[in-house]
T-cell receptor, first 114, second 115 residues
Framework: DGGITQSPKYLFRKEGQNVTLSCEQNLNHDAMYWYRQDPGQGLRLIYYSQIVNDFQKGDIAEGYSVSREKKESFPLTVTSAQKNPTAFYLC?????????????FGSGTRLTVV | AQKVTQAQTEISVVEKEDVTLDCVYETRDTTYYLFWYKQPPSGELVFLIRRNSFDEQNEISGRYSWNFQKSTSSFNFTITASQVVDSAVYFCALSGGTSYGKLTFGQGTILTVHP
């Protein structure tokens, strides 16, 4: 079955460490997105990519980095510069250039700083 | 810039009550899409509905119904005869023509249905 796989489901990070969250899709979707969810703030866009080897900052990109070396993969690195990384992270993908947009979401990674 | 506002942070009802979740949006795009998602405790987002800006017909799907009013920039969601399984966080979201591909979410409404 086609879908998005996020791993790990739970991740613990020590202060000062970088961690990478994995996001893989087998839907042949062009675009991929990373969202951060905090209680009471909805989902906020961190980064997005519409094509391989290209990506753009979203609303809260500071302290994060991404890469898009393959169409199927869009890993997110939470760097030590991110002051408050504890949150729920959701990856999504969509087709582009079609009439009606549709999005597929992963099951999320819950990151906790210890 | 696009913006989605869900005025109700939390709603608590008793089973079988009807409940309406409000959503107001802002966009300069003439072509845009509105969405509702449900997020159960597991965290995954469950797609409920998508509506484009040119289609103001209300929609009903079982106990769920949606009221889209362009004149007031609102896209409200009603659950009729609520059930405990409806307890979740509900998000309204917007994808516009000039930001095509990016979803802007509201803050979410936590719905708790008590037996």
């Amino acid at each position: 079955d086609g879908g998005i796989t996020q791993s790990p489901k739970y991740l613990f990070r020590k202060e000062g460490q970088n961690v990478t969250l994995s996001c893989e899709q087998n839907l042949n979707h062009d675009a991929m997105y990373w969202y951060r969810q905090d209680p009471g703030q909805g989902l906020r866009l961190i980064y997005y990519s519409q094509i391989v080897n290209d990506f753009q900052k979203g609303d809260i990109a500071e302290g994060y980095s991404v890469s898009r070396e393959k169409k199927e993969s869009f890993p997110l690195t939470v760097t030590s510069a991110q002051k408050n990384p504890t949150a729920f992270y959701l990856c999504a993908s969509s087709l582009l250039g079609v009439g009606v947009p549709g999005y597929t979401f992963g099951s999320g990674t819950r990151l906790t700083v210890v | 810039a696009q913006k989605v506002t869900q005025a109700q942070t939390e709603i608590s009802v008793v089973e079988k009550e009807d409940v309406t979740l409000d959503c107001v949006y802002e966009t300069r795009d003439t072509t845009y899409y509105l969405f509702w998602y449900k997020q159960p405790p597991s965290g995954e987002l469950v797609f409920l509905i998508r509506r484009n800006s040119f289609d103001e017909q209300n929609e009903i799907s079982g106990r769920y119904s949606w009221n889209f009013q362009k004149s007031t920039s609102s896209f409200n969601f009603t659950i009729t005869a609520s059930q405990v399984v409806d307890s979740a966080v509900y998000f309204c979201a917007l994808s516009g023509g000039t930001s095509y591909g990016k979803l802007t979410f509201g803050q979410g409404t936590i719905l708790t249905v008590h037996p």
